[in-house]
């Protein structure tokens, strides 16, 4: 069963804008971590915010924000204030209980417009 | 601070031939992984290890072989290879103790694109 679910191929928004990009997940662990991961189009992968089971607090990192919502099972990323260096591919990843993998969404294409 | 570096950044393979495709890190992380990403596509673990001398296979481990014989080197073997191994390989690695906590990510190296014609 696919554990992450990223729903939307391809986001595109306006320069300045704010921006939500979904993700779903499926565990039946009390305890797990979720990542977000920027691949922009020279290929790097580039970690940018975490989010644990237990944080009471969604998590911030500058621009990024996290919208956790436990009971939903979702974990989307914020990003405010869109610049043109944010147009990459965006991966949501979550660590299990044993913390030896990671799982990976498909991805969304973000492309923020001038 | 070199972080996580695989070599080589480009190889163009013929079937049938193999390879190794080499990762190091030096951030002193137990665990150590490889992806495949293919175009468009996310990410599919290959292989990965919790520590030196182990290693447990991933989502997608025909075709590839690894060994773990130190903290810091986790080299894929490609054997015999097939056009449909044509891919984006990350290597990547983290930390982690025994009953979490889990908040520390996976720092990848910069790809190994690999085509094989």
């Known amino acids: 069963a696919q554990k992450i679910t990223q729903t939307q191929p391809g986001m595109f928004v306006q320069e300045k804008e704010a921006v939500t990009l979904d993700c779903t997940y499926d565990?039946?662990?009390?305890?797990?971590?979720l990542f977000w991961y920027k691949q922009p189009s020279s290929g790097e992968m580039i970690f940018l915010i975490y989010q644990g089971s237990y944080d009471q607090q969604n998590a911030t990192e500058g621009r990024y924000s996290l919208n956790f919502q436990k009971a939903r099972k979702s974990a989307n990323l914020v990003i405010s204030a869109s610049q043109l260096g944010d147009s990459a591919m965006y991966f949501c990843a979550m660590r299990d209980l044993t913390g030896n993998q990671f799982y990976f969404g498909t991805g969304t294409s973000l492309t923020v417009i001038p | 601070n070199a972080g996580v570096t695989q070599t080589p950044k480009f190889r163009i393979l013929k079937i049938g031939q193999s390879m190794t495709l080499q990762c190091a890190q030096d951030m002193n992380h137990n665990y150590m992984y490889w992806y495949r990403q293919d175009p468009g596509m996310g990410l599919k673990l290959i292989y990965y290890?919790?520590?030196?001398?182990?290693?447990d296979k991933g989502e997608v481990p025909n075709g590839y072989n690894v060994s773990r014989s130190t903290t810091e080197d986790f080299p894929l073997r490609l054997e015999l290879a097939a056009p449909s191994q044509t891919s984006v390989y990350f290597c990547?690695?983290?930390?982690?103790?025994?009953?979490?906590?889990?908040?520390?990510?996976?720092?990848f190296g910069n790809g190994t694109r690999l085509t094989v014609t």
């Open positions: 565990t039946s662990d009390p305890s797990y971590g």
């Open positions: 990547a690695s983290s930390y982690s103790e025994s009953g979490g906590p889990y908040n520390s990510p996976l720092h």
């Open positions: 290890s919790v520590g030196a001398g182990i290693t």
